[in-house]
């Protein structure tokens, strides 16, 4: 399917302006976010003991919004002041904080679960996943959780119902290549960066984590959605790890 270019909404993890987030609010409720976050409820009812939860990397606030509607107590926060706005007026009542220089605004050993939704892809080298993930463990509890929802290595190269993602610089990427989807739903072009399962699997390891699961959300026949590489392979991964 050919894109209409129109409209179509910019978005990258460098520039995160007004106009980016008011047209990201618009994947709430999408397909795409469907199929990649039906399975965390489920993760969260097996590993997760108590409420505190910090939404990490919350953008306009879809990710808290879905920690919120399973009764827990969310705190957001993001590096961008132009999600969190968007966040704010999706989630009124749930408090949303700015991080500066890679620092969480919260307490050592605050937090029952750390959800990362569509955060890990957006960021750029292997130094900074790691000292993201490393900002993540230390305000986890000891027993805490960390749940990710990133870019599986499929993601660009496959026929998906909800991103096209057949573009040029698509072809052969490497690991922290740049690479490009757009998203139908909500007419956004995003560049994330291109990491595969190992690159994460190293990336868990090297801050201190150790992996529970390591799954592969796929369309399934039952659903309302015409899924089409979905069926067999899938955009995403989720990740559920623990300090060690
Ligand atoms: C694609 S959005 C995802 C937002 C939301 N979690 C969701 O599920 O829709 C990624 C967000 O992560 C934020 N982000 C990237 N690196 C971050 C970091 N090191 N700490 C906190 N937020 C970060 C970005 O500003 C952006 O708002």
């Given at each position: 399917m050919t894109a209409n270019m129109s409209n179509t909404v910019y978005y990258t993890p460098e520039v995160k302006g007004s106009e980016q987030a008011a047209a990201y609010?618009?994947?709430?409720?999408?397909v795409m976010r469907y199929i990649a976050f039906r399975d965390v409820p489920a993760f969260v009812a097996q590993y997760v003991r108590g409420t505190k939860a910090l939404d990490y990397g919350?953008?306009?606030g879809c990710s808290a919004k879905l920690l919120l509607e399973l009764g827990l107590d969310v705190v957001g926060v993001d590096i961008s002041e132009e999600m969190l706005a968007q966040a704010r007026l999706l989630c009124p009542e749930t408090e949303f904080r700015l991080s500066n220089n890679?620092?969480?605004p919260a307490s050592d050993q605050s937090f029952d679960l750390v959800l990362s939704g569509f955060v890990m892809f957006c960021i750029a080298t292997q130094a900074e996943v790691v000292a993201y993930l490393k900002e993540a463990k230390r305000v986890m509890k000891p027993d805490g959780v960390f749940i990710a929802v990133t870019g599986s290595q499929d993601l660009f190269s496959k026929e998906w119902l909800t991103l096209?993602?057949?573009?040029?610089?698509?072809?052969?990427l490497t690991s922290g290549a740049p690479a490009k989807a757009y998203h139908y739903e909500s007419n956004i072009e995003f560049t994330d960066y291109f990491w595969t399962e190992q690159d994460y699997r190293n990336f868990f390891a090297q801050a201190g984590f150790e992996l529970l699961e390591v799954h592969y959300p796929l369309g399934k026949v039952n659903e309302p959605y015409a899924w089409k590489d979905e069926k067999t392979h899938s955009p995403f991964v989720v990740f559920v790890a623990r300090a060690i």
């Open positions: 609010s618009k994947t709430q409720g999408s919350s953008g306009t890679g620092i969480v096209n993602v057949d573009f040029p610089e698509n072809k052969n």
